[in-house]
Each structure stands twice: as structure tokens, then as C-alpha cells.
């Protein structure tokens, strides 16, 4: 039986880029909210 390879579209390209980028600005964005937990209890 021979096995079928599908073509990733564009919508799904486009797909992949809108979530690795929201992904990654997740990260991004979150870092500096990061420490300001650790100075506030340290008062």
C-alpha cells in the first residue's frame, strides 16, 4: 500500500507562524515578570 504525503498549505504555514511566534513572545514578554515577585516578598 503506497503512503500518501501531504503538502503543508499555506493556511497551515501560516498556521505554525502565528503560533510559534505567540509562543515565543509569551516567553519573551513574560521574563521581566519574572523577578518582581522575588522583591516583593522580600520586604
Known sequence: MPTQKRALTRSMT????IACGTIIGNIYYAQPLLGSPRFQCNK
Do not use: E, K, Q, V
Open 14 to 17: 501560516l498556521l505554525f507562524a
